[in-house]
């Protein structure tokens, strides 16, 4: 294959650029140069603000055609589900969420699971995390929550006291913290991770009757597996990438990763019985109430060609949905479906979804047209060239039929800024502590000891109120091992990121200049 550039131009020297005599100057018509550099300059996108760290992988998804042991129909009238075999293909984007594209994968963050399906009915994109609740329920905190997470505006260093701040006035947020402080903050790597659409999302049949659903990844074949602080602190020593080059070997060797989709179902409603609310994202439905059914498998098979196209510029979006999936009225995602696919349009471009990754595996006709990088048409085969909108009686698209009755929803509410009733902040993170192991407590109160050491009074007493709120014995553990540990003034970071400086100073060899 002959190189060329990016006009099609074949190059005769691409070892030396154009200059006068063999020691210079260079000249400014180094087209082929200039050309090169240029483009060399713009190779990297803007990173994405969160999950900026990820690897990814194709695959498919194999319906199964029930819903636990009923036909899937009943509730969704969405065509992948239906037929028990059918294929959809689809792309996973794995990640972490806080730290930027260069981070270890050993950091204690949630993961991200995002999972594009190529339907027949275009893209569905179901975005979620390992873990299955969340920080927050109101998305007007999102910006403040990854802020108070992110390294201090002045020092540029991750600051335990910024994050615990926030979070002892987020009270909410203390399930979250529970399993983020604990061995689940640290999944071991992606394969043996589970994944959670996190949101409440609705199902609708083709009555247009409609149920809450909740989505789990579990994996198959393999145990799911998580890390302690110390594990963790051992790989990274090795290995900062170390749950891409897991992902990518297992495919290579045929060792195919696969998870299990099952949903949790409820009827459409407030749900009164209940002590919290089902659309509040930082709850989990019990599962013995609301069993998980499986409804497919995914198998991934295929690593990326490139990492850059595919994986980088992978766009998903909470809005992304197909007929017989809809949404709930979720406040978090309301939010998330408005900020994801505005951040693609930032990052990637106006014509994002015109990428082979993000494209759908169907043809596309709309009358959107022209931005940035547009370099094809989304035209149908018989529509008018000259007719880019709708309605028209000359060769225009047309709109589709309905596939069912339409999900209407009724509405009779005063328009509010209210937290919702049935907060019930501290039930639940009180049940996980109960629920987990004793070496998993252990760990938990371990790791909260050495970020709340750095922080504040203020911040400490209101973090180990939220803990006693959740049960007695939690609160306990976490003042009695904060009283024993002793706090060295002034200086900044977690006690182990403390203990990385000075082990650097003492560890430091002495040598000359040069």
Known sequence: ??????????????????????????????????????????????????????????????????????????????????????????????????????????????????????????????????????????????????????????????????????????????????????????????????????????????????????????????????????????????NYSHATQDLYEAIERGEFPEWELSVQIMSDGEHPELDFDPLDPTKLWDQEQFPFLPVGKMVLNQNPENYFAEVEQAAFGTGVLVDGLDFSDDKLLQGRTFSYSDTQRHRVGTNYLQLPINAPKKHVATNQRDGQMTYFVDRAPDQDPHVNYEPSSIGGLREAKPAGQEHEPAYNEKLVRRKIERANDFKQAGETYRSFGDWERDELIRNLTGALLVCRPAVRDKMIEHFRQADPEYGRRVADSLAKASPEPGRLGSVSEQQGVEMAEEMGRTTDGY
Do not use: C
């Not at 994050?163 to 009270?171: E, R």
């Not at 979250?176 to 903050?185: A, I, N, Q, Y």
């Open 1 to 238: 294959m002959t190189l060329t550039d990016r006009q099609g131009h074949p190059i005769t020297d691409n070892q030396n650029i154009r200059t006068i005599g063999d020691r210079g100057p260079s000249t400014l018509e180094n087209y082929h140069f200039l050309e090169k550099i240029s483009h060399f300059d713009r190779e990297r996108i803007p990173e994405r603000v969160v999950h900026a760290r990820g690897a990814g992988a194709h695959g498919y998804f194999e319906a199964y055609g029930t819903a636990g042991g009923e036909p899937v129909s009943k509730y969704t009238r969405a065509k992948l589900f239906q037929k028990a075999g059918t294929r959809t293909p689809v792309f996973v984007r794995f990640s972490t969420v806080v730290h930027g594209g260069n981070s270890p994968e050993t950091l204690r963050d949630p993961r991200g699971f995002a999972v594009k399906f190529y339907t027949e009915d275009g893209n569905w994109d179901l975005v979620g995390n390992n873990l299955k609740i969340f920080f927050i329920r109101d998305p007007l905190k999102f910006p403040d929550m990854v802020h108070a997470f992110r390294p201090d505006p002045v020092t540029n260093i991750n600051d335990p006291e910024r994050m615990f701040d926030f979070l002892s006035n987020t009270p909410e947020s203390t399930h979250m913290v529970t399993f983020l402080f604990s061995p689940w903050g640290i999944p071991a790597n992606y394969r043996q991770m589970q994944g959670s659409g996190v949101n409440t999302y609705k199902w609708v049949n083709a009555e247009g009757t409609g149920v809450l659903v909740k989505y789990h990844w579990e994996p198959l074949n393999v145990p799911i597996r998580n890390l302690t602080q110390q594990e963790a602190g051992e790989i990274q020593g090795k």
